[in-house]
């Protein structure tokens, strides 16, 4: 990993090959290192670049957020009494900002962007807000609609629970709905890793990233004027954002596809990786991309 600087921010990112680029947004709870056996399979023809999120994995900066979570959450600024409520947001144009200044700070000009769930909802945002960057959008596990109000409610929730108790809970709580049934079956080492890697995020950067995705907007409308192809996605056995859910987003764009990996759920990326990694290429290769 290498930390790339910009601003008054810098993230921790593994990259490795030579070639157009590929650049995978990981998703919630997550880190990086939820995309490595995937990208792993990419390098020997392309430049393939792996940061960890704002306040997530190697990215998390005492630094910047001793002055701006920390402390502000500590201590209320007006009435200097203690607060235990998370105050930093994280938006997803935060993120999708942050991967436009790290594309400058590597003199990268265009990128394919790959996104699961939460990383979609960034890849949409990087759509949205830095289209002349993209070379074509990979959409994974992963909705375009924003919350309902009872979805954002769960989402202010579970931010204010890690904020208070840790990570603990998370994995209990979350992975029967990330992985298929299969997979817990036949590959507990998955599940150990998944475990590991949700428990070694910070309270403050999960809680800020699920403020940023409950007031998230609904970026739908941009997938009928999508300016690159598009290719989505997803899980036969995902439960979260199912099969069908990323088969009506590649149908609204004017060039997209989808493509669904069995026995494979919420993280098809870790379940499946030669699978997931084959798509991605052959839509490297032949997606007349924009590069
Ligand atoms: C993710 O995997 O990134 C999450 O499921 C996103 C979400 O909570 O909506």
Redesign the pocket.
């Known amino acids: 990993m290498e930390k790339i600087g910009f601003r008054d921010r810098q993230l921790s990112v593994w990259t490795k090959g030579k070639g157009n680029s590929i650049l995978f947004v990981h998703?919630?709870?997550?880190d990086h290192a939820m995309w490595l056996s995937v990208a792993e399979r990419l390098t020997d023809k392309f430049r393939v670049i792996v940061p960890d999120l704002r306040r997530f994995g190697e990215s998390f900066d005492e630094r910047n957020d001793k002055n701006s979570d920390n402390k502000k959450n500590g201590v209320n600024e007006r009435s200097g009494e203690e607060s235990h409520a998370p105050r930093a947001i994280t938006s997803m144009a935060d993120f999708a900002d942050d991967l436009a200044d790290l594309l400058e700070a590597m003199k990268i000009e265009k990128t394919v962007i790959c996104g699961?769930?939460?990383?979609g909802?960034i890849g949409m945002e990087f759509l949205r807000r830095h289209s002349d960057r993209l070379a074509g959008l990979i959409l994974c596990?992963?909705?375009t609609v924003s919350d309902s109000p009872e979805a954002a409610a769960g989402?202010r929730k579970l931010a204010q629970t890690i904020f208070l108790t840790g990570t603990e809970p998370l994995p209990d709580r979350m992975i029967p709905n990330?992985l298929s049934k299969t997979t817990v079956v036949k590959s507990p080492e998955t599940v150990s890793f998944l475990r590991e890697m949700i428990l070694r995020q910070r309270p403050e950067g999960i809680a800020a990233a699920?403020l940023g995705?409950a007031e998230r907007s609904d970026t739908t409308p941009l997938l009928a004027i999508c300016p690159v192809p598009l290719l989505t996605i997803g899980g036969q056995d995902d439960v979260?954002?199912p099969p069908d859910v990323l088969k009506e987003i590649a149908a609204a764009a004017p060039d997209g596809r989808f493509v669904e990996i069995a026995d494979a759920g919420?993280?098809s990326p870790l379940e499946k990786p030669a699978e997931f990694a084959a798509a991605v290429a052959a839509f490297l290769r032949d997606g007349r991309l924009f590069f």
Request: aromatic share 16%.
């Open positions: 998703g919630f709870p997550f699961l769930s939460m990383g909802y596990d992963t909705k989402r990330l699920a995705m979260l954002s919420h993280l």
